[in-house]
T-cell receptor, first 114, second 117 residues
Framework: AQSVTQPDIHITVSEGASLELRCNYS??????LFWYVQSPGQGLQLLLK??????LVQGIKGFEAEFKRSQSSFNLRKPSVHWSDAAEYFC????????????FGTGTKLQVIP | GAVVSQHPSRVICKSGTSVKIECRSL??????MFWYRQFPKQSLMLMAT?????????EQGVEKDKFLINHASLTLSTLTVTSAHPEDSSFYIC?????????????FGEGSRLTVL
């Protein structure tokens, strides 16, 4: 069974500082990996995804993530955080084969301080 | 990107009544939709997979008779919470798959917050 671990429940960074959110997955084959962002009371918005190819994936809003098979990780990074990035971030792993059954991590809440 | 819309965004109901939540794919056809439940400060838990023209597939522990799912068309899936009780209060989110291959992308609705009094 697939699973996702986000070890950091809550992270606080200063505006302008760099950010890295950790994500580790467990999946038997080549995973489909996603990062989503959720603002309070809202649905989820896809930041980026990895299916195959280049292991460094660029997403929206200046985010990027790197797939490291040897470490079973897919960490999300941003060089300079903006106050509007404060939200909850979910890493997810999906299975191939026709349906997008996605398993989500428990999320990391990002707080940005001035 | 594709748009998925949920309605209503917020609903308050009395205990014992039933509530219907709609999930629509606005600009694409979705043969498969998914319903999730999100408890406060927790992740999304998949409740069921909704398949157009056939019965939904429920995850273990989800009551089929409690959470009725209908996927009558390629753009609409509905979740009906029957005989709602306060413990059913939660944030319900749907998603729709664009494309049937593993490379397809999921698009999420805005979520519906249900409060049962």
């Amino acid at each position: 069974a697939q699973s996702v671990t986000q070890p950091d429940i809550h992270i606080t960074v200063s505006e302008g500082a760099s950010l890295e959110l950790r994500c580790n997955y467990s999946y038997g084959a080549t995973p489909y990996l996603f990062w989503y962002v959720q603002s309070p009371g809202q649905g989820l918005q896809l930041l980026l995804k990895y299916f195959s190819g280049d292991t460094l994936v660029q997403g929206i809003k200046g985010f990027e993530a790197e797939f490291k098979r040897s470490q079973s990780s897919f960490n999300l990074r941003k060089p300079s955080v903006h106050w509007s990035d404060a939200a909850e971030y979910f890493c997810a792993v999906g299975s191939s084969g026709g349906y997008q059954k996605v398993t989500f991590g428990t999320g990391t809440k990002l707080q940005v301080i001035p | 990107g594709a748009v998925v819309s949920q309605h209503p965004s917020r609903v308050i109901c009395k205990s014992g009544t039933s509530v219907k939540i709609e999930c629509r794919s606005l600009d694409f056809q979705a043969t498969t939709m998914f319903w999730y439940r999100q408890f406060p400060k927790q992740s999304l838990m998949l409740m069921a997979t909704s398949n157009e023209g056939s019965k939904a597939t429920y995850e273990q522990g989800v009551e089929k008779d409690k959470f009725l799912i209908n996927h009558a068309s390629l753009t609409l899936s509905t979740l009906t919470v029957t005989s709602a009780h306060p413990e059913d209060s939660s944030f319900y989110i749907c998603s729709a798959a664009q494309g049937e291959t593993g490379a397809g992308e999921l698009f999420f609705g805005e979520g519906s917050r249900l409060t049962v009094l």
